[in-house]
């Protein structure tokens, strides 16, 4: 039977409250004692042993009901944490969404605004326009030792100016451009235009009255349609750059001194009407053109090819035929890299090689023409090297000019006068390096020679004093400070002629005019404002 003890033991277990979740294990408890209290009087443990139990079971339930309300806590905390990864997950989604729609707005998905340039496009891509221009603003301070121009009586008004000294601004570049393509990116287009800096004008009589002053005006330079028929090879036709000089493809926009240099004005041999073929690889590619010729200012007003064909009708073509190739390697680097002759630090080491040639043969026709005077012909070839370092430059060309010229003669007055002075030749030489002194600060220096040989050219009386014998040798330094890139640079040089400017590289809308001594000296400064 049980005793007071055993039964103040059961009141003690039925007292204990537990929470639900503990109902089982305690009825296992409660068992456990009953099991006990019915057992034989002589096992059955001692009283104080069976509080001690009850006590030890009590602080058990006390701990596991702890750890229950910790992991209904964590519970919660995890399903708040949830509902927070939801909420978070979805502004995520919003803010993705609205940056998709604001880079579509830079891009395809809008049909007008900023881009790397202004534009205007269609909604499915196959209509684009972008607009761009250029504006330099110049001022030249120029030398002439004695104010000699060195040439003969006679002479154009532009190489017989006798002022030792002059300097004034100008507006050496001022461009406008349209580009862009149709009914798909294989047909490409671009249009270029100029606004020229006023002009001279001469009168057709011996001597020279120089009419002064005739104004401003804009002038078409670029215009033609590009047809990319594989992805290796593409055609274009109209008016552009021959595939030539590296100096001179390159735009002016992109150049490191205030502007290109004498050598390739005269021997670049410029832009002209015609069709281009075109193949490009990864590490090669190739150019090669059939066209009106190449613009003559070998020897500045002496004519000995006869061709302008910038913005010339057919039937004043100078030219029979005309063809010009030019060959690129790219050693190292990307093609990018060699469309400026700046390398910003951070870009990647650039190596290209290039080489190139020109043919024409043609008749002026300037109405003095007699059938015993054989036609112009003119040849021209040009190698040269760029290396890019990501900080620094290197460049250098060289060219060879020759020109069999039965129709030579100097602009102006004595246009109607061709004069056989048959063979003649030339020879330029460039060399320009630059390094940037920190990231927006640059320094540069450049080197030209040149050398003419015309024979014959005492057969023109108007040419006395254009050719002294003497070779072209003109030092050049400067810095650049690219306030926003090329799109907002500001340069300045200076330059000095180590011998006298012969009338033959005359080049008076750079600052370098004729001299009969050494030392000319010219200064210019530039800003400019690409858009």
């Known amino acids: 039977m049980p005793t007071n003890?055993?039964?103040?033991?059961?009141?003690?277990?039925?007292?204990?409250?537990t929470p639900r979740p503990l109902l089982t294990p305690l009825m296992l408890a409660a068992l456990g004692i009953a099991g006990i209290a019915r057992a034989d009087e002589p096992s059955a443990p001692p009283v104080g042993e069976l509080i001690k139990r009850i006590e030890a079971l009590e602080a058990s339930n006390k701990a596991l009901s702890g750890e229950v309300e910790t992991l209904r806590?964590?519970?919660?905390?995890?399903?708040?944490?949830?509902?927070?990864?939801?909420?978070?997950?979805?502004?995520?989604?919003?803010?993705?969404?609205?940056?998709?729609?604001?880079?579509?707005?830079?891009?395809?998905?809008?049909?007008?605004?900023?881009?790397?340039?202004?534009?205007?496009?269609?909604?499915?891509?196959?209509?684009?326009?972008?607009?761009?221009?250029?504006?330099?603003?110049?001022?030249?301070?120029?030398?002439?030792?004695?104010?000699?121009?060195?040439?003969?009586?006679?002479a154009p008004a532009s190489v017989s100016d006798t002022r030792e000294s002059l300097s004034g601004f100008d507006l050496p570049g001022t461009l406008l451009d349209l580009k862009g393509h149709v009914f798909g990116e294989e047909f490409g287009y671009k249009l270029r235009g100029e606004f020229t800096n006023v002009a001279d004008t001469a009168l057709g009589q011996n001597p020279v009255e120089n009419l002064g002053p005739q104004g401003s005006s804009f002038r078409l330079l670029d215009a033609y349609v590009r047809f990319q028929l594989a992805d290796d090879f593409s055609v274009r036709?109209?008016?552009?750059?021959?595939?030539?000089?590296?100096?001179?493809?390159?735009?002016?926009?992109?150049?490191?001194?205030?502007?290109?240099?004498?050598?390739?004005?005269?021997?670049?041999?410029?832009?002209?009407?015609?069709?281009?073929?075109?193949?490009?690889?990864?590490?090669?590619?190739?150019?090669a053109t059939f066209s009106n010729g190449g613009q003559d200012n070998v020897y500045g007003p002496l004519k000995v090819a006869g061709t302008e064909p910038v913005g010339s009708p057919w039937f004043g073509d100078a030219s029979d035929y005309a063809v010009t190739a030019r060959g690129e390697w790219k050693f190292a680097g990307e093609w990018r890299q060699f469309e400026s002759m700046t390398s910003p630090?951070?870009?990647?080491?650039?190596?290209?090689?290039?080489?190139?040639?020109?043919?024409?043969?043609?008749?002026?026709?300037?109405?003095?023409?007699?059938?015993?005077?054989?036609?112009?012909?003119?040849?021209?070839?040009?190698?040269?090297?760029?290396?890019?370092?990501?900080?620094?430059?290197?460049f250098a060309s060289l060219t060879y000019s020759y020109a069999d010229s039965g129709q030579a003669y100097i602009v102006g007055p004595f246009a109607f006068s061709p004069t056989n002075i048959g063979v003649s030749s030339s020879w330029g030489a460039v060399v320009q390096g630059s390094i940037y002194l920190v990231p927006k600060w640059e320094l540069f220096a450049r080197y030209e020679w040149g050398d003419a040989d015309i024979t014959n050219i005492g057969d023109i009386p108007a040419a006395a004093g254009l050719s002294n014998g003497n070779a072209l040798n003109l030092a050049t330094i400067g810095v650049n400070w690219y306030i926003d890139g090329e799109d907002l640079k500001w340069s300045a040089d200076m330059g000095f002629a180590l011998d006298s400017v012969d009338g033959v590289w005359n080049n008076t809308n750079n600052g370098w005019r004729p001299a009969a001594e050494t030392g000319e000296f010219v200064f210019r400064t530039q800003l400019q404002l690409a858009f």
């Not at 190698?383 to 900080?391: C, L, R």
Request: glycine share 12%.
């Open 345 to 394: 630090p951070g870009d990647n080491f650039g190596l290209m090689w290039g080489l190139a040639g020109h043919y024409q043969e043609g008749d002026p026709d300037l109405g003095g023409t007699t059938p015993t005077n054989p036609p112009n012909e003119w040849v021209v070839v040009t190698t040269d090297v760029s290396a890019m370092f990501g900080g620094a430059t290197l």
């Open 237 to 287: 036709v109209g008016q552009f750059k021959l595939p030539f000089a590296r100096e001179f493809l390159v735009d002016r926009a992109h150049q490191l001194a205030v502007s290109r240099s004498t050598i390739v004005e005269h021997l670049g041999i410029g832009r002209s009407q015609g069709i281009e073929a075109a193949w490009a690889w990864d590490d090669f590619r190739v150019m």
């Open 73 to 154: 806590a964590s519970n919660g905390a995890s399903w708040l944490s949830e509902e927070r990864a939801a909420e978070i997950r979805a502004l995520v989604s919003d803010v993705l969404a609205d940056s998709a729609s604001r880079d579509s707005l830079q891009s395809a998905g809008m049909t007008a605004g900023w881009n790397d340039g202004f534009f205007l496009a269609s909604p499915d891509g196959r209509f684009l326009m972008q607009a761009s221009g250029l504006v330099q603003t110049r001022f030249i301070y120029g030398y002439v030792p004695d104010g000699d121009a060195g040439t003969g009586s006679g």
């Open 5 to 17: 003890e055993h039964r103040k033991c059961a009141s003690i277990a039925r007292s204990i409250r």
